[in-house]
């Protein structure tokens, strides 16, 4: 009798071993799943922030996405106004045409040359030892492409103008941007294929 009784109670107590691994596990199941949940949600809001970005497109077509990856496109030259610090990249494309020498000996950049002027709003540097303006507030993606059948009209350049607002964190098509809108402009160096900054020496 007291050796049944001692199986008994070892068995039950051997269940509640079970039943308790088991709802140990279904508890540390669910933070798991939580988490799961949570990156999935921080990757889709990526991947839409992404897509919005280069959704974009001008009043005149040029596409945002055309440009997709400029943020790590060689630079070309920098410049600046009182206003504005800029600093210009070249897809591969134009690089390459830069330094076969293209547009100093003469001939024009290839169909697929892209550049892109980058624009921040400047301040003054409160770490430098010395005075010195850096970068403070991004505001502008300014881009022109190549595609002397497509920009005909525009001597085979098309532009347009991206803004950027750092209080929403998004870029916009600017509506006044049609794809001649640098043109003006750029007819002062049209002997240049419209560039104004060489590939600077480095």
């Known amino acids: 009798m007291s050796e049944r009784l001692t199986k ?12 308790t691994r088991t709802a140990v596990k279904r508890i540390a199941s669910l933070p798991i799943g939580a988490c799961v949940v949570a990156v999935l949600a921080v ?11 280069y959704s974009l497109k001008s009043p005149s077509g040029i596409a945002f996405s055309d440009f997709r990856g400029y943020e790590d496109w060689a630079v070309v030259s920098s410049a600046r106004t009182d206003e504005i610090l ?12 830069y330094k ?7 001939q024009s950049f290839p169909d697929g040359s892209m550049v892109v002027k980058l624009q921040w709003k400047p301040k003054k540097s409160t770490e430098a030892p010395f005075a010195v303006d850096v970068p ?5 993606a300014f881009v022109m492409e190549k595609d002397s059948k ?3 009209d525009s001597g085979g350049w098309g532009y347009a103008v991206f803004n950027y607002e750092a209080a929403s ?7 006044k941007s049609l794809s ?11 002997s240049k294929d419209y560039i104004f900054h060489p590939y600077q020496k480095r």
């Open 169 to 175: 964190d998004k870029f916009t098509a600017d509506p």
């Open 180 to 190: 001649n809108c640098g043109q003006a402009c750029h007819t002062a160096v049209k």
């Open 43 to 53: 990757l889709v809001v990526t991947a839409l922030y992404a897509q919005d970005k």
């Open 8 to 19: 008994s109670v070892a068995g039950e107590q051997q269940d509640q071993k079970g039943q």
């Open 100 to 106: 076969s020498g293209i547009p100093l000996n003469g």
């Open 136 to 140: 403070d507030v991004f505001s502008q």
């Open 150 to 152: 497509r920009f005909a």
């Open 86 to 97: 800029k600093v210009i990249v070249g897809n591969p494309t134009m690089i390459k045409a």
